[in-house]
């Protein structure tokens, strides 16, 4: 039996060469964060005055609503976008032109659109016209339409990566086409693609942080309105280390949501009888016997 591996395993020389290579960057990015945390204490960034103005609880209270600004756009957003990717993933895989075309271009021409101009398409042009929309549907709308074509494609390839013998085997026991993509494939794909679909939600989260340029009042406007107060100092780089502390603690609990969901998607008992569907069957193996009694089970013809 012949085996093929990607790459030479390294030599000695290759090996010494790649640990002083470790070091060195190591050292690099040492001496780089090194050299920040001293610019930080020489320009007096982490004296007292600068973070004396954390010590009020109103400020506290304004990042906490701030928060909730940006939990109640993302939530919104989130399921739009999901919807959204559903319907438009749909449509691309129709069999019918008429409507596979047609939502192919819309898909690529809310790709092509920044999220940022879809805002400020929204806030400020819509006025002109005589149309005016708040500056949350105006954050909430653009996100949907921007995530929601870029899950589409995601949904989509996760379909179309599935085993065609998946597909063909729902038309076999005679399910209809929507059946066959509700029942069957739209589970696995979603199962399959879902840490690229949980990877473009927390995307959808830190997007928000777009919405302060139409003075939505999210997290970093708020912590861009207190950074540039001179009154407590213009305390900017400390609001900012605090917002992105929020943002990334938001970020890590959203993965963890993730984890979970699809940990207990994987010990669910449909997972596991559409693993054991899946399996070869082979002559004279516990597996044949096994869907032989569930087909005898199934037709009442079992015997002893």
Same mark, same amino acid.
Not at 6 to 12: E, F, H, M, R, V
Not at 52 to 74: D, K, M, P, Q, Y
Not at 269 to 279: D, G, I, M, R, S
């Given at each position: 039996?012949?085996?093929?591996?990607?790459?030479?395993?390294?030599?000695?020389?290759?090996?010494?060469?790649?640990?002083?290579?470790?070091?060195?960057?190591?050292?690099?990015?040492?001496?780089?964060?090194?050299? !920040?945390?001293?610019?930080?204490?020489?320009?007096?960034?982490?004296?007292?005055?600068?973070?004396?103005?954390?010590?009020?609880?109103?400020?506290?209270?304004?990042?906490?609503?701030? =928060?909730?600004?940006?939990?109640?756009?993302?939530?919104?957003?989130?399921?739009?976008?999901?919807?959204? /990717?559903?319907?438009?993933?749909?449509?691309?895989?129709?069999?019918?032109?008429?409507?596979?075309?047609?939502?192919?271009?819309?898909?690529?021409?809310?790709?092509?659109?920044?999220?940022?101009?879809?805002?400020?398409?929204?806030?400020? @042009?819509?006025?002109?016209?005589?149309?005016?929309?708040?500056?949350?549907?105006? !954050? !909430?709308?653009?996100?949907?339409?921007?995530?929601?074509?870029?899950?589409?494609?995601?949904?989509?390839?996760?379909?179309?990566?599935?085993?065609? @013998?998946?597909?063909?085997?729902?038309?076999?026991i005679g399910l209809r086409k929507s059946?066959?993509?509700?029942?069957?494939?739209?589970?696995?794909?979603?199962?399959?693609?879902?840490?690229?679909?949980?990877?473009?939600?927390?995307?959808t989260l830190k997007d928000t942080a777009?919405?302060?340029?139409?003075?939505?009042?999210?997290?970093?406007?708020?912590?861009?309105?207190? /950074?540039?107060?001179?009154?407590?100092?213009?305390?900017?780089?400390?609001?900012?280390?605090?917002?992105?502390?929020?943002?990334?603690?938001?970020?890590?609990?959203?993965?963890?949501?993730?984890?979970?969901?699809?940990?207990? =998607?994987?010990?669910?008992?449909?997972?596991?009888?559409?693993?054991?569907?899946?399996?070869?069957?082979?002559?004279?193996?516990? =597996?044949?016997?096994?869907? =032989?009694?569930? /087909?005898?089970?199934?037709? @009442?013809?079992?015997?002893?």
């Amino acid at each position: 039996m012949s085996s093929s591996v990607l790459y030479d395993l390294p030599g000695p020389r290759a090996r010494l060469r790649n640990r002083i290579l470790g070091a060195l960057t190591l050292v690099v990015v040492a001496a780089l964060f090194a050299f !920040v945390i001293w610019r930080f204490i020489d320009t007096g960034q982490f004296s007292a005055a600068k973070w004396n103005v954390f010590t009020f609880s109103a400020i506290w209270v304004r990042f906490g609503e701030a =928060t909730l600004a940006t939990l109640a756009a993302f939530a919104a957003a989130a399921v739009g976008a999901l919807v959204l /990717g559903f319907v438009l993933a749909i449509g691309r895989l129709s069999d019918h032109a008429w409507v596979r075309l047609p939502v192919s271009w819309i898909v690529e021409i809310l790709r092509a659109v920044p999220v940022l101009v879809f805002m400020l398409l929204l806030y400020y @042009g819509l006025p002109v016209i005589g149309i005016r929309m708040s500056s949350y549907w105006a !954050v !909430v709308i653009a996100l949907i339409a921007y995530n929601g074509s870029v899950l589409s494609e995601v949904i989509r390839a996760g379909v179309e990566a599935l085993p065609r @013998g998946q597909r063909e085997a729902g038309y076999a026991i005679g399910l209809r086409k929507s059946n066959v993509m509700r029942l069957v494939l739209f589970p696995q794909a979603i199962r399959a693609m879902m840490p690229v679909i949980i990877a473009q939600l927390v995307v959808t989260l830190k997007d928000t942080a777009l919405g302060f340029i139409i003075t939505y009042p999210e997290l970093l406007y708020f912590a861009r309105l207190l /950074g540039s107060n001179g009154e407590y100092g213009s305390p900017l780089v400390q609001a900012a280390l605090i917002a992105s502390i929020i943002y990334v603690a938001m970020c890590l609990a959203l993965s963890y949501v993730a984890y979970v969901v699809e940990k207990r =998607t994987r010990r669910s008992p449909k997972v596991t009888a559409v693993a054991a569907a899946n399996l070869p069957v082979q002559e004279g193996t516990d =597996t044949e016997l096994l869907v =032989t009694q569930r /087909g005898d089970d199934k037709t @009442g013809r079992g015997g002893a």
